[in-house]
């Protein structure tokens, strides 16, 4: 069954702290994403990633950049944590020939 | 400038009936649409698809229709059950290949 992991369910960090999100799919697809949900704003994409090595800007790379060093991993990092960036943070997956993304449960992040 | 859009944030129905979810969108490069659903504290899990050359598509007990004159799609759940209470999300696909665009989710409650 298809799976994308996220390492952790809730984190609480301090403003100004250096965070890093992990996620890791077991499906050998090529694409990977990073959303955040926000309510009344729905999902808004971040980063992507469609190769090793390779990344994208999705709608609101500000304040965040990702890693992709290995296909099945992909890294979210918050260079310097802010409130604004309190938010649930989803990583999808899926492959060059379908659409269809696989999320992960989500990661609920808080900065205060 | 929001491209996909879920104008009804809620809606309420009585189990059995029929529940009826809109999406509107306003890039006519979208050629592939999609609806997730997303209970809290999960991540959102595909629900149904459709192609853009196509105007109807059923899954069982959900059926996605796409008028592409009016740049809506519509999911109808016939007959809606309690664990069918979600956000649900249209997301579109267009332009880029990589990309999605998701609009704000609407609840979904069924009341038993």
């Known amino acids: 069954d298809v799976k994308v992991t996220q390492s952790s369910r809730y984190l609480v960090k301090r403003t100004g702290e250096k965070v890093f999100l992990e996620c890791v799919q077991d499906m050998d697809h090529e694409n990977m994403f990073w959303y955040r949900q926000d309510p009344g704003l729905g999902l808004r994409l971040i980063y992507f990633?469609?190769?090793?090595?390779?990344?994208e800007k999705g709608d609101i790379p500000e304040g965040y950049s990702v890693s992709r060093e290995k296909k099945e991993r992909f890294s979210l990092i918050l260079e310097s944590a802010s409130t604004n960036q309190t938010s649930m943070y989803l990583c999808?997956?899926?492959?060059?020939?379908?659409?269809?993304?696989?999320f992960g449960s989500g990661t609920q992040l808080s900065v205060l | 400038d929001q491209q996909v859009k879920q104008n009804s944030p809620s809606l309420s129905v009585q189990e059995g009936r029929i529940s009826i979810l809109n999406c509107d969108y306003t890039n006519s490069m979208f050629d592939y649409f999609l609806w997730y659903k997303k209970y809290p504290a999960e991540g959102p899990t595909f629900l149904i698809s459709i192609s853009s050359i196509k105007d109807k598509n059923e899954d069982g007990r959900f059926t996605v229709f796409l008028n592409k004159s009016a740049k809506h799609l519509s999911l109808h759940i016939v007959p809606s059950q309690p664990g069918d209470s979600a956000v649900y999300f249209c997301a579109a696909r267009g332009g880029s290949n990589y990309k999605l665009t998701f609009g704000k989710g609407t609840l979904l409650t069924v009341n038993p």
């Open positions: 990633s469609y190769d090793v090595k390779m990344k």
């Open positions: 999808a997956s899926r492959t060059d020939l379908n659409e269809k993304l696989f």
